[in-house]
């Protein structure tokens, strides 16, 4: 495997139902993104791991619970989501240096197309 | 406040014509990068190209070149030599070198007319 992979790429659930979203990085990168994508709407930065350690939380609902148990996994658990939760969900990974130049950029994963019925 | 403007919802290009999407930005922070990205409709985000705002000249990847006007805050993404593979989104994001965020602009469709 190369790049970012994400498991599943497709997903249906319940509102009651418990699942968890899977991503791994094959770059030996240092950080790693989750983000919601919706319809007609800007992506939208989730959560961040930076060594493993839980940088940023944008405010998201406690539905979502991320786990970062090394650098080159992520997941996000979910359970009693709701309708509007409904996405892609994406995930990336970047290296992160102390340098003013470096360009940061972040690689994707082909995301997880979530419906919550 | 931190902010990506992409005004064009929408274009429709003539297959081998240049094309440029356009790209704003706003930020008090004097160090920053500029970043494309394009999704087919696959859903995977690609990086495209990368300007730093310390960098002197406008970045060029193959087909894809970043116009940078830092007094303009300009940002815009010029296409050479269109092909119909180009039919995708194309998002424009900026990052602060202050923290991990990129922020994002909402988006242009690009579709390549044969």
């Known amino acids: 495997e190369t790049g970012v992979t994400q498991t599943p790429r497709h997903l249906v659930m319940g509102m009651t139902n418990k699942k968890s979203l899977k991503c791994e990085q094959h770059l030996g990168h240092n950080a790693m993104y989750w983000y919601k994508q919706s319809a007609k709407k800007p992506l939208e930065l989730m959560f961040v791991?930076?060594?493993?350690?839980?940088?940023e939380n944008n405010s998201v609902p406690s539905r979502f619970s991320p786990e970062c148990p090394n650098s080159s996994h992520l997941f996000l658990h979910l359970h009693t989501l709701q309708p509007e939760d409904s996405a892609l969900y994406l995930c990336?990974?970047?290296?992160?240096?102390?340098?003013?130049?470096?360009?940061?950029?972040?690689?994707f994963g082909p995301g997880t197309r979530l419906t919550v019925t | 406040a931190q902010k990506i403007t992409q005004t064009q919802p929408g274009m429709f290009v003539q297959e081998k014509e240049a094309v440029t999407l356009d790209c704003t930005y706003d930020?008090?922070?004097?160090?920053?990068?500029l970043f494309w990205y394009k999704q087919p409709s696959s859903g995977e985000m690609i990086f495209l190209i990368y300007?730093?705002?310390?960098d002197q000249q406008n970045a060029t990847e193959g087909r894809y070149s970043l116009n940078f006007q830092k007094a303009r805050k300009s940002a815009n993404l010029v296409i050479s030599a269109s092909q119909l593979g180009d039919s995708a989104m194309y998002f424009c994001a900026m990052r602060a070198n202050s923290n991990y965020q990129l922020i994002w602009g909402a988006g242009t469709k690009l579709i390549i007319k044969p």
């Open positions: 300007q730093g705002s310390y």
């Open positions: 990336a990974s970047s290296q992160e240096r102390d340098s003013l130049y470096h360009s940061y950029e972040q690689y």
């Open positions: 791991y930076n060594f493993k350690e839980q940088t």
């Open positions: 930020t008090s922070d004097p160090s920053y990068g």
